[in-house]
């Protein structure tokens, strides 16, 4: 967000000349004329240069005093006074510069400056519509300031007019968003199109765009209300998928519904938040039957390149929540063979693995993780946990011993390499180290408690 605009510089003058042409120069940069004027205005450059305010402004008053109207003075007067946030004062002796000389914008630039400060946005606007007559660039500084003081129409015509000459901005499409989640907005935008779909009703472009607004602020109802309209006038639409995914999902007829979604899922027409809820509703729905397991596979298929939302992981945790380990491994699986280096997955995988007691692979994946992430503690902790479940205690201590050193603030994880080492060393048969691995870990359990 745009903050104060003017730039600071080093005052390089010779010879001032008090009435200016339409030079765009900062007014610092322009020569002065007497040499007792000129030491005073230096004096105020040094003194401003090192933060010295009061004595700059001193200094300046000295130049007034000299050269009452000279608007280079009250600019400065101005940025100094803008500096020690007195800002009555600045806006004055800005205001008094933009007077004398209205043909030089650096002075409408202090005076914006000052009402920006203050928050004082009505104001800026004023002044910023001046400075766009400088510079059309300043256009881009307008769009915040109308959304500051809620004029969405302004701001969105300016968008749009920005969109189209110089193309989209991030920030822009954020505040085209914001505006679009107000009331009023959604209110006018919802009648208008009613009536376009009400005019037309075989025009799709109306009904999608009233889908996406309803979806945006989560009137799912409605959204889908507006859907079985399309479906009743375009059967053929892309968008109809929508709501017979719906009516078919609420009927419990998976076969019919999941034709539906793969329609949805390819179309490049439907947006990618619907297609996240409708692949998310048959994911619930194939949680309560199994047997369609292999559509949401073939689903998932269609997110691979989705950087947003990594849904075969998101799969993963939807069913490790409901502790069916079996299918977490599986599309966590899934999701590893597409994306190999995500740790995050990898733990995950390793989590499930240990807890459905797949502890062969567990260690053999464990271990070869730790090759490429030797500073990993938690890759040491499955490996040293599946060995020890495979009775290769000799083996797990090993890997225990060295990654335990790699630990840093995290109690839980280093009482979980305790009751393993103390287990490890008693496949091995040394009660003692034992006993003195189990009492660390009592102790660590009871200081996290």
């Known amino acids: 967000m745009i903050k104060y605009i003017f730039h600071i510089t080093i005052f390089l003058g010779i010879l001032f000349q008090s009435i200016t042409t339409f030079s765009q120069e900062e007014p610092e940069d322009i020569a002065l004329e007497t040499s007792e004027f000129q030491v005073a205005f230096y004096e105020s450059l040094r003194e401003k240069g090192i933060e010295n305010y009061d004595k700059a402004i001193t200094a300046l008053q000295k130049c007034l005093s000299l050269e009452p109207n000279n608007p280079v003075v009250h600019f400065e007067l101005g940025k100094n006074y803008l500096y020690q946030k007195d800002y009555k004062n600045a806006n004055d002796s800005f205001e008094k510069a933009t007077q004398l000389d209205p043909n030089n914008r650096w002075y ?35 769009v915040p300031l109308y959304m500051f003081t809620q004029q969405y129409d ?18 822009r499409e954020q505040f085209r968003s914001q505006i679009k989640t107000t009331t009023r907005y959604q209110g006018q935008e919802t009648e208008k199109l009613l009536q376009a779909i009400k005019n037309n009703p075989k025009e799709e472009d109306n009904y999608v765009a009233l889908i996406y607004l309803y979806s945006e602020n989560n009137q799912e109802d409605k959204a889908l209300e507006i859907a079985k309209m399309l479906e009743k006038e375009i059967p053929n639409s892309d968008w109809a998928q929508v709501s017979l995914f719906k009516f078919n999902i609420d009927k419990n007829d998976g076969n019919n519904a999941a034709s539906a979604m793969h329609k949805i899922l390819k179309s490049p027409k439907i947006d990618r938040k619907i297609k996240h809820r409708v692949f998310n509703e048959f994911l619930i729905f194939t949680k309560n039957n199994p047997s369609f397991s292999a559509e949401l596979e073939n689903a998932i298929t269609y997110f691979n390149n989705d950087r947003e939302v990594k849904v075969a992981k998101e799969v993963g945790k939807f069913y490790q929540q409901k502790s069916d380990w079996v299918n977490a491994v599986k599309y966590y699986e899934i999701y590893a063979k597409s994306n190999p280096d995500d740790l995050d997955n990898t733990l995950l995988l390793f ?49 225990l011993e060295s990654g335990v050193d790699y630990i840093v603030d995290n109690k839980s994880l280093e009482a979980n390499f305790y009751i393993q080492l103390g287990e490890a060393y008693h496949g091995l048969g040394d009660a003692k180290k034992k006993e003195s691995y189990f009492i660390k870990a009592d102790k660590l359990l009871k200081e996290i408690k």
């Open 108 to 142: 409408w630039v202090g005076l914006y400056d000052v009402f920006y400060a203050t928050r004082d946005y009505t104001n800026a606007i004023v002044i910023m519509k001046k400075l766009i007559q400088f510079k059309k660039e300043y256009k881009e500084d307008l």
């Open 154 to 171: 302004e701001a969105l015509k300016l968008i749009n007019e920005l969109t189209e000459t110089v193309g989209k901005t991030e920030i």
């Open 351 to 399: 989590n499930a693995y240990a807890q459905n007691n797949q502890f062969e692979i567990l260690a053999k994946n464990a271990e070869e993780k730790v090759e490429f992430y030797p500073l990993q503690p938690d890759l040491y902790y499955y490996a040293g946990l599946a060995n020890n479940q495979l009775k290769n205690f000799k083996k797990a201590k090993d890997q």
